[in-house]
Nanobody
Framework: QVQLVESGGGLVQAGGSLRLSCAAS????????MGWYRQAPGKQRELVAA???????NYLDSVKGRFTISRDNVKNTAYLQMNSLKPEDTANYYC?????????????WGQGTQVTVSS
């Protein structure tokens, strides 16, 4: 059973940095796209950053230049380096990953890790 487990969240002051990790367990094949989503109280879940197997990335406009997504294809692990954090970055951050293709395609979600940025 494939599981995604996030870590690295916590409380940080504005302007600080955090590095989130998403570790996959139980997987045999590498993931396709891996990404990070976030959801703040009373707000919709939004895609923060995503990276394909080939390393193509895309970012939410508001985090561009501050956040960097990366991945280790061998370990099926994704990372989100968050710099210059702002209070509006406060949210529960979720890891997401796709695997397979066609009828074998699957999508996985982590349990979330809380990021709180204080003023």
């Amino acid at each position: 059973q494939v599981q995604l487990v996030e870590s690295g969240g916590g409380l940080v002051q504005a302007g600080g940095s955090l590095r989130l990790s998403c570790a996959a367990s139980g997987s045999i094949f590498s993931f396709n796209t891996m990404g990070w989503y976030r959801q703040a109280p009373g707000k919709q879940r939004e895609l923060v950053a995503a990276v394909t197997r080939g390393g193509i990335t895309n970012y939410l406009d508001s985090v561009k230049g501050r956040f960097t997504i990366s991945r280790d294809n061998v370990k099926n692990t994704a990372y989100l380096q968050m710099n210059s954090l702002k209070p509006e970055d406060t949210a529960n951050y979720y890891c997401n990953a796709d695997s397979g293709s066609g009828s074998l395609r699957k999508n996985y979600w982590g349990q979330g890790t809380q990021v709180t940025v204080s003023s």
